[in-house]
Every structure is written in C-alpha cells, then in structure tokens.
C-alpha cells in the first residue's frame, strides 16, 4: 500500500472582519477530486488575519461566533501593533492567532469524516475586505 499525497489550493473572498464563510463544499470537492479515501486533509489559510474552524454554521450560531472573536481582541484597543504599523488592524492579528490558521479532517471513505452540524469556516479578521488564499494537501491510501 503506497501513501498518496495531493495538493490544490482555493481562493475566497471575504468581507471586514469577522466574516465568516463556509467552505465544506469546496473541501468536499477536493476529496472527491483526489484518488485519496482514506486519510486526512490539512487546510492552511495563508495570511496572518485570517483563520479556520469548524462550527455548525447556521446564523445565530454565526453571530454568536462574530460576537466572541470581537470580545477576544476588541477593535480600537491599545496594540503595539498599531504603534508601528498604524493600520487599524492589530486586533485583526490577535483574533487569528489565537483562533489558527489551520485544521486536519480525517478523510474516510472518500469523505471528510464531520459531525451532522459540523461545518469548515474561513474567518476575515482584518480590517478590509481580503481574497483568502487556502492551501489544502491531502494525505492517505486508496
């Protein structure tokens, strides 16, 4: 049995942050696309102000999320960051670090293996509207 590895990338774009968009079906796409049915795949979103979960992504729990990212680095606050750079988006930085850049889903079956209400999330923390860039390798056996 040889281990397979594919690579592909996707691009979205999205709002001021946070603007969070669900990108299973692309994911899923992905997984199909490959010869992997067995695996996991690493999803990346490449850029310091952005970041990726899973959440079941129905609108109150969308809001719920928006309103706990903004009370984890609230905007207009004091950071270092913006005595450097004066930006406006040191607090863009601080909610994607501590929210990540990445996740792994186990591939079984030729199918990202997620809960019933479980969906994959790309979050905009910046201060802009931005293209994401999302890297996403898949690894495993036919």
Known sequence: ???????????????????????????????????????????TIVGSTGSLTT??????????????????AEPGLDYEHEKAWNDGNGHSHVQA????????????????KLGTWQQVVAIN????PRSRNIEVTIVGTK
Do not use: F, Q, W
């Open 55 to 72: 959440i079941e992504y129905e609108p109150g729990v969308i809001e719920d999320l928006k309103r706990a990212i903004t009370m984890l």
């Open 97 to 112: 670090a501590m929210l990540g850049p990445s996740i792994c889903i186990p591939v079984r079956n030729g199918s990202l």
């Open 125 to 128: 923390h910046d201060n802009r």
């Open 1 to 43: 049995m040889s281990v397979l590895l594919y690579t592909e990338a996707i691009t979205i774009d999205l709002d001021i942050g946070p603007d969070i968009c669900d990108i299973t079906a692309e994911l899923d796409c992905l997984v199909e696309k490959s010869p992997i049915t067995k695996g996991n795949l690493a999803a």
